[in-house]
T-cell receptor, first 113, second 121 residues
Framework: AQSVTQLDSQVPVFEEAPVELRCNYS??????LFWYVQYPNQGLQLLLK??????LVKGINGFEAEFNKSQTSFHLRKPSVHISDTAEYFC???????????FGQGTILTVHP | EAGVTQFPSHSVIEKGQTVTLRCDPI?????LYWYRRVMGKEIKFLLH????????ESGMPNNRFLAERTGGTYSTLKVQPAELEDSGVYFC???????????????????FGPGTRLTVL
């Protein structure tokens, strides 16, 4: 069985400040890890993914995440956020190539001017 | 390339009624998934189709939910009869098949639709 915990339900931050959204997972098998973002009234959009290889993954819109196997974490970071980054962010884990995703509870990032 | 589309975007029904949600995946995508997010909770997997076959339906909550994908194209999710706890946002996602050249570089990415918000009163 797999599970994902997003440690913060809401993260308020000022524009141009750095941000980290935390994600921990548990799994008995090798995993694929994802961060999705949902802007208001839109579907989920993939930000980045870790499948294998380098533990530092770069995604769209300046986001990056680091896979830490020993700490079973996959935290999302951005060095300088914009107002337009205000959205809900989801961490997810997949255990097989085309199988289901298990999601965390979501983190609402609010960027203030 | 058109994305995953879902219809309706919103549905408000009364307890005991029937509702059918529709998902049109990206053209040519063999894998189709249904997920649900109940308010305040995480997004949870419901089931996975490969073409017209149910690959994994371990997340279907009970027999009031019926999913179909006739012909391996669009899918419907019927809730009959609807209960209050069925309220939430229902997401559909799709991915191409293994070996599909269009999946190159987008491996393991599930493409999500905007969701259908279902409210049961």
């Amino acid at each position: 069985a797999q599970s994902v915990t997003q440690l913060d339900s809401q993260v308020p931050v000022f524009e141009e400040a750095p941000v980290e959204l935390r994600c921990n997972y548990s799994s008995s098998v090798s995993v694929y890890l994802f961060w999705y973002v949902q802007y208001p009234n839109q579907g989920l959009q993939l930000l980045l993914k870790y499948l294998s290889g380098s533990t530092l993954v770069k995604g769209i819109n300046g986001f990056e995440a680091e896979f830490n196997k020993s700490q079973t974490s996959f935290h999302l970071r951005k060095p300088s956020v914009h107002i337009s980054d205000t959205a809900e962010y989801f961490c997810a884990v997949g255990g097989t190539s085309y199988g289901k995703l298990t999601f965390g509870q979501g983190t609402i990032l609010t960027v203030h001017p | 390339e058109a994305g995953v589309t879902q219809f309706p975007s919103h549905s408000v029904i009364e307890k005991g009624q029937t509702v059918t949600l529709r998902c049109d995946p990206i053209s040519g995508h063999d894998n189709l998934y249904w997920y649900r997010r109940v308010m305040g909770k995480e997004i949870k997997f419901l089931l996975h189709f490969v073409k017209e076959s149910k690959q994994d339906e371990s997340g279907m909550p009970n027999n009031r939910f019926l999913a179909e994908r006739t012909g391996g194209t669009y899918s419907t999710l019927k809730v009959q009869p609807a209960e209050l706890e069925d309220s939430g946002v229902y997401f559909c996602a799709s991915t191409p098949s293994v070996g599909d050249r269009r999946s190159s570089g987008r491996a393991h990415e599930q493409f999500f639709g905007p969701g259908t918000r279902l409210t049961v009163l």
